[in-house]
C-alpha cells in the first residue's frame, strides 16, 4: 500500500486556459480520498495527472516517496476505473480483466486464479466468457472495477465511475465500493460531482473549485465546518440558507438585523464578531438547523410555499421576497401550502461567512 | 410499409441501371456476332497469353499498393487523430490528391516524369544531376514502371483510405487507449491489442474498397504509358472495346468484364474469409 | 526545476518532430500539385526552349532587337542559358505585314502581348542606337484562353459536364436522400445488404457496366446525351448519397420531429419543416459529393459520349491523343481540377462524418 504526495502541481491547457491552478495534497496509508467539485473544478485534470493520462505543467508527484511525474503510466503502479468504463469491447470478460496480467508475464495459472477471484469479489464470476457487449451498464461497471482490482495496484484512481448507472444501482454500488475499499484497503483517489456520494464514501473529501482545493477535511469537517460559503453552499442536500445579516452590539447581546427578522445571540460565545460591528456578515444556517416553533418563541414567522415530502423527511420552503428557504422537517410534521409558521435557529450549529472573502468566521468557543 | 416505400427508388433504379445491364453484359458475353450461343469469346481470351501477363501485373500491382497504401494511411490517419494545432487544415491538404480528376492526375504526372519533364527539370536546376544523367522515368523496364504506377497510386488513393480509417478512428473512444496505457501497454501493444482489433469493421471496409478498385487499375497506367505497354485486366477491357472498335473484340471485351468482375469479388471473398470477418458478416446480415 | 526544465525540452522535442514529419508529408502532396499549376501559366517557350524548364513560371519575357546589314534580328532572354538567344525569324524587316507576323509569334510563343506600334518604336530605337532591350508582362491565364479557344468544343463540354452533373446531383439526392431517411429513421429487412450495395455496384467495373449500357440507352433516345450519362453517373451517387444522407438524418434527433407532430403536424410535414432545414448543409455536402464524382468521371463519358463530350473527355482525348502543348493540357487539367478541390475544401468535415458510418 502506498502513500502519494502532489506537491504545487499545476495544468495549463492554453495560455489563458488552466485545468489546475496549484495543488498541494498528501493521501495517507489506505486512505480512501474523495476529490469532489462542479464541472470544471480541476478534479478530473488532476486525477489524470496522477494517472500519467495528462503531463503536468509544474510540480512534483510522489508515490511512496518516489517521484513519477515523468514516469509512463504503465510504470506508476496504479489502475484505475473509468467514467465510460472503457472496457474493451472486442476481449471478453475474461480477457479484459487479464490484459495486464498478461503484460506483466504472469504464468496462466496465476492469471486464471487472480481473475476468478477478482471477479467473484465484485460478483461477475459466472460472465467471464461474455463479451462487453453482452453486458448490462452495471455489469460492465463491474467488469472495469475487477479490471482494475485484479493488477493489486499501489494506488486505485476511480473518474466518475458511478455517473452512468441509474439511481438505485449508484446507491448499490457505493455501499460495494466502501466494502471492497475496506477488504483491499488500497490507497484510494475517487472523483465524483455528487456530494453525496462523496459524503458517503471519503475518509477525506477534497473540495475543489476553479482549479483550486477550496477545503480539505472529513465528511463531518466540510459538512459542519465548511470553509466558506461555496462548500456549504455545496455541501448538503438541500444545501445551507444564506441570509445577509447587519451586526449591531447592544450591552450583553450581539443583534443581527435582517429584513425580516433579529436574531439575537450571545455576545460572549461569538467574541470574534466584535470587529465586524456595525457591518454585513452572511449568517449561515443548515436546513435541519432551522425549526418550526410556537408562534410565541418563533425569531420570525413566514408562509410555507411548497412542501417536499421524501418519506423519511419533508423539505418545506419558505418564501422570503427575495430568497427561497429551505428547512427540514421530521415526516410527522403537518406543515401545508400557505400555513404561517413560527421559525427559530439551532443556535449551536450556525455559522457566520466573512461578507466580502466569503470565509468562515472561526470561533475559538468551538461553535 | 414507410421504410419500403422510401427504399422502392433505389431498388427500382439499381434494377433498371445496374442489375440490367450487368446480366445483359453477361449474356452477350456468351453469344456471338451471330446471336448464337458460344463460349468462344471466354476461349480466345484463355488463349491469349496477354491476358495471362495482364493477369499477373494486376496482381502485382494490387498486392504491394494495397498493402504500402494500407500501411501509410494507417500511420497518417493515426498522426492526423492526436489532434496537433492546424490538423483541419492538414487534413484538407491530404484530402486534394483525391479530390483530383484522374485526368489532371495523369497530366500532372505525365508532365512530370517525362525525360524533360519537372522532376527532372527540378533535380538539375538543385544540381542532383546534370544534362547528361537525366532520368529516363517513362523509359524503364517492366519492373520499374510497375513500381512507378504504384507509387503514383499511392499518391493518388492514400487521402482516400485514411479518411476512412480516421473517421473509424474517431469513433473508437481515446479512453479504452489510455485504459490500455495504465494497465500496462506501451504505445505498440496497445496499437496492436486495442486499436487495431477495435478497428477492424473499418479496416474490412477499406480494404475491399481499396481492392475492388485496385483490380480496376488502368486509367494512369494509359494516360501514362498508353495501350499494351503494362497490360492489366481493364485495360484490356477498354483496348477491345474502346480502340480495336470492331464488334467481336466488343464481345471479348464483355467477357473480359465479366471476368474481371468475378476476379474482383473472389478477392473481396477471399479477403473477408482471410482476414476472419466473413463469419461476423454473415451473422451480421441476418 | 530541473525537471520541469527537462519536460519543456521533451516536449518541445516531439513537437518540433510532429511538425517536421508533417512538413514532409504537406511537402510530397503538394510538390507535384503545384508543378502541375505552375506549368499552365507557362508559355511556350519556357516550356520547350528552355531547359531545365523553369520551376515557377517567369511574369514577364524580355527580348531584345538588334540590327545588322540583312536586317532586324528578335532576340528573347532564355533563364537557363542566362543569355539572349534568337527567338522567332531569322531576320525581318519593318514591313507591315512582317511587324505583324511578329506580333502574332510573340503572343504565342511567350504569351506577351505587343501592338505593331510599339514595334515600330522599338524598330525606330534600334535604327539610331544598334539594339534595344524591352520585357513585357506575361498573359498568365493565355494558356487557359487558348485551351478553351483550340480545344474543340472545350466550352461546349463544360457545359455538357455541368448539365451531367446537375441532373446527377437531382437524381442521386432525391433516390439517395429517401433512402438514407429511411436508414436513419426505419429498421427494415435487407438493410444491411442495401448498405453495401455500393461494394456490389463496385465490383462490376464501371467501363463494363457502360458497354451494354450504350444500348440500352440508344433505345431510351439518351445516347450522347447529359441526362443518359447522368443516369448512368447516378448509380454510384445513389448509395453514396445513401451514405452521406444517413450519417446526416441521425445526427438531428428523432425527438424534434416527435415534438412537432406532437405541435400538431403530420409526419411528412414534420419533416418538411423541421428536419429538411436542419439536414440542408448535409444535403448540399452530399449534392457536393455528387458533382466531384460526376465532374470527374472520365471512363464511362468516352464510352457513352459522341458528339456531345464531357469537359474530362475532351482533356482526355487532348492529353492521350497528345494533339496539345503539354502547358496547355495542364491548363485544361488545372481548370477541371478546381472545382472539385474548392467543393473538397468546402465539405471536409462530411466527408469523415460519412465515412464514420460505415462498417462493413
Not at chain 1, 314 to 323: D, M, P, R, S, Y
Request: net charge positive; glycine share 6%; hydrophobic share 50%.
Amino acid at each position: 500500500m502506498a502513500t502519494l504526495e502532489l506537491i504545487d502541481i499545476a495544468k495549463r491547457f492554453t495560455k489563458k486556459v488552466w485545468g489546475v491552478k496549484k495543488m498541494d495534497l498528501k493521501v495517507e496509508d489506505k486512505e480512501f480520498i474523495v476529490l469532489l467539485g462542479p464541472s470544471g473544478c480541476g478534479k478530473t485534470t488532476t486525477m489524470r495527472m496522477v494517472a500519467g493520462l495528462e503531463e503536468v505543467t509544474r510540480g512534483t508527484i510522489l508515490l511512496d516517496g518516489k517521484d513519477i511525474t515523468d514516469i509512463p503510466p504503465r510504470d506508476r503502479g496504479i489502475s484505475m476505473v473509468f467514467q465510460n468504463y472503457a472496457i474493451w469491447p472486442h476481449m471478453t470478460v475474461y480477457e479484459n480483466i487479464a490484459f495486464s496480467l498478461k503484460l506483466k508475464k504472469m504464468s496462466a495459472a496465476e492469471i486464471k486464479e487472480r481473475v476468478e477471484e477478482t471477479a467473484a469479489m465484485v460478483k461477475i464470476g459466472e460472465l467471464l466468457k461474455r463479451l462487453p457487449g453482452q453486458l448490462s451498464g452495471g455489469q460492465q461497471q463491474r467488469v472495469a472495477l475487477a479490471r482494475a482490482l485484479a493488477v493489486r495496484p499501489k494506488l486505485f484512481l476511480m473518474d466518475e465511475p458511478l455517473s452512468n448507472l441509474d439511481a438505485k444501482l449508484r446507491v448499490t454500488m457505493r455501499t460495494e465500493l466502501k466494502a471492497i475499499h475496506q477488504q483491499t484497503n488500497a490507497t484510494s483517489i475517487f472523483v465524483t460531482h455528487d456530494q453525496s456520494e462523496a459524503m458517503s464514501m471519503a475518509d477525506r473529501i477534497v473540495i475543489m473549485k476553479d482549479g483550486e482545493i477550496v477545503q480539505i477535511g472529513t465528511p463531518d469537517d466540510v459538512y459542519f465546518r465548511s470553509a466558506n460559503m461555496f462548500v456549504a453552499g455545496f455541501i448538503g442536500t438541500p444545501p445551507s440558507n444564506f441570509f445577509n445579516v447587519e451586526c449591531e452590539y447592544t450591552k450583553e447581546n450581539i443583534s443581527l438585523k435582517h429584513s425580516h427578522f433579529t436574531l439575537e445571540i450571545d455576545s460572549m460565545k461569538f467574541q470574534e464578531l466584535g470587529k465586524y460591528r456595525g457591518k454585513e456578515i452572511v449568517l449561515g444556517v443548515r436546513p435541519e438547523d432551522l425549526l418550526i416553533v410556537p408562534e410565541s418563541k418563533a425569531v420570525f414567522t413566514a408562509e410555507v410555499l411548497v412542501v417536499e415530502p421524501q418519506g423519511s423527511h419533508q423539505v418545506v420552503a419558505i418564501n422570503l421576497k427575495e430568497i427561497i428557504v429551505k428547512m427540514v422537517v421530521s415526516a410527522e410534521t403537518k406543515v401545508k401550502p400557505g400555513d404561517k409558521i413560527g421559525l427559530g435557529f439551532n443556535i449551536k450549529r450556525i455559522h457566520f461567512f466573512d461578507s466580502k472573502t466569503e470565509n468562515r468566521i472561526v470561533f475559538k468557543g468551538g461553535v | 410499409m414507410v421504410p419500403y416505400l422510401l427504399i422502392a427508388p433505389v431498388v427500382i433504379y439499381y434494377s433498371i441501371f445496374w442489375l440490367f445491364p450487368v446480366l445483359n453484359a453477361i449474356i452477350e458475353s456468351f453469344r456471338n456476332v451471330d446471336g448464337i450461343w458460344t463460349v468462344s469469346n471466354y476461349i480466345h481470351i484463355f488463349k491469349d497469353p496477354v491476358f495471362y501477363q495482364a493477369l499477373s501485373n494486376t496482381a502485382f500491382i494490387v498486392i504491394f499498393s494495397v498493402t504500402i497504401e494500407f500501411i501509410l494511411a494507417f500511420g497518417l490517419a493515426l498522426l492526423i487523430n492526436t489532434k496537433f494545432r492546424g490538423s483541419s487544415m492538414f487534413l484538407f491538404l491530404a484530402m486534394i490528391p483525391m479530390s483530383l480528376p484522374a485526368v489532371a492526375v495523369g497530366a500532372m504526372w505525365s508532365s512530370g516524369l517525362a525525360t524533360r519533364g519537372w522532376l527532372n527539370s527540378f533535380l538539375m536546376t538543385f544540381g542532383f544531376i546534370d544534362d547528361a544523367s537525366k532520368i529516363l522515368f517513362l523509359a524503364g523496364g517492366k519492373m520499374s514502371t510497375m513500381l512507378l504506377i504504384i507509387i503514383i497510386d499511392a499518391w493518388t488513393v492514400i487521402p482516400f483510405v485514411m479518411i476512412i480509417l480516421l473517421a473509424g478512428l474517431q469513433g473508437i473512444g481515446e479512453d479504452v487507449r489510455e485504459a490500455g496505457a495504465i494497465f500496462g501497454g506501451t504505445k505498440f501493444q496497445i496499437l496492436r491489442k486495442i486499436t487495431i482489433p477495435m478497428l477492424k469493421p473499418t479496416i474490412t471496409t477499406a480494404m475491399i474498397l481499396r481492392i475492388i478498385s485496385a483490380i480496376q487499375i488502368w486509367l494512369i497506367i494509359v494516360l501514362l504509358y498508353g495501350f499494351n505497354r503494362l497490360p492489366v485486366l481493364l485495360e484490356q477491357v477498354v483496348l477491345n472495346y474502346d480502340q480495336l472498335g470492331a464488334e467481336y473484340f466488343e464481345r471479348i471485351g464483355l467477357a473480359l468484364s465479366v471476368l474481371v468482375a468475378i476476379i474482383v469479388s473472389a478477392a473481396a471473398v477471399l479477403y473477408l474469409k482471410v482476414s476472419g470477418s466473413f463469419e461476423k458478416e454473415v451473422k451480421q446480415d441476418e | 526545476m530541473n525537471n520541469a526544465i527537462k519536460r519543456q525540452l521533451k516536449r518541445s522535442a516531439k513537437r518540433s518532430s510532429l511538425y517536421i514529419v508533417l512538413a514532409g508529408i504537406a511537402f510530397i502532396i503538394i510538390f507535384p500539385i503545384f508543378f502541375l499549376f505552375s506549368f499552365s501559366f507557362m508559355s511556350d517557350y519556357e516550356t520547350y526552349s528552355e531547359w531545365p524548364k523553369p520551376l515557377i513560371p517567369s511574369f514577364k519575357a524580355n527580348f531584345m532587337i538588334d540590327k545588322n546589314s540583312e536586317g532586324y534580328h528578335l532576340l528573347i532572354f532564355n533563364k537557363s542559358e542566362d543569355k539572349y538567344m534568337p527567338f522567332g525569324p531569322l531576320v525581318f524587316t519593318n514591313s507591315q505585314e512582317d511587324i505583324d507576323n511578329l506580333r502574332k509569334f510573340i503572343k504565342l510563343q511567350s504569351n506577351s502581348k505587343i501592338t505593331s506600334q510599339k514595334i515600330m518604336e522599338y524598330l525606330k530605337i534600334v535604327d539610331s542606337k544598334s539594339r534595344v532591350e524591352f520585357s513585357i508582362k506575361k498573359d498568365l491565364l493565355a494558356n487557359y484562353i487558348l485551351f478553351f479557344q483550340v480545344v474543340n468544343g472545350a466550352p461546349k463540354a463544360v457545359l455538357n459536364s455541368l448539365m451531367v452533373a446537375g441532373a446527377t446531383i437531382l437524381i442521386s439526392l432525391t433516390i439517395g436522400g429517401m433512402g438514407g431517411y429511411a436508414f436513419a429513421r426505419y429498421f427494415f429487412k435487407g438493410k444491411n445488404i442495401l448498405k453495401l450495395s455500393v461494394l456490389f455496384v463496385r465490383m462490376f467495373p464501371a467501363v463494363s457496366l457502360a458497354i451494354p449500357m450504350v444500348i440500352i440507352l440508344a433505345k431510351m433516345g439518351l445516347y450522347d446525351q447529359p441526362l443518359g450519362l447522368s443516369l448512368v453517373y447516378s448509380v454510384g451517387q445513389i448509395s453514396m448519397s445513401i451514405w452521406i444522407t444517413a450519417s446526416v438524418f441521425m445526427a438531428i434527433p428523432v425527438s424534434l420531429e416527435e415534438a412537432a407532430m406532437i405541435f400538431g403536424t403530420t409526419r411528412a410535414g414534420a419533416f418538411l419543416h423541421v428536419t429538411l432545414p436542419l439536414a440542408l448543409p448535409g444535403l448540399a455536402a452530399s449534392a457536393m459529393y455528387s458533382f466531384i464524382g460526376s465532374w470527374n468521371e472520365v471512363i464511362a463519358a468516352v464510352v457513352l459520349t459522341q458528339f456531345n463530350p464531357t469537359f474530362p473527355v475532351v482533356v482526355y482525348k487532348a492529353l492521350v491523343g497528345s494533339q496539345g502543348q503539354i502547358n496547355l493540357i495542364t491548363a485544361g487539367s488545372v481548370a477541371q481540377a478546381l472545382p472539385a478541390i474548392i467543393f473538397t475544401l468546402i465539405i471536409r468535415k462530411y466527408i469523415i462524418q460519412m465515412w464514420g458510418g460505415v462498417k462493413v
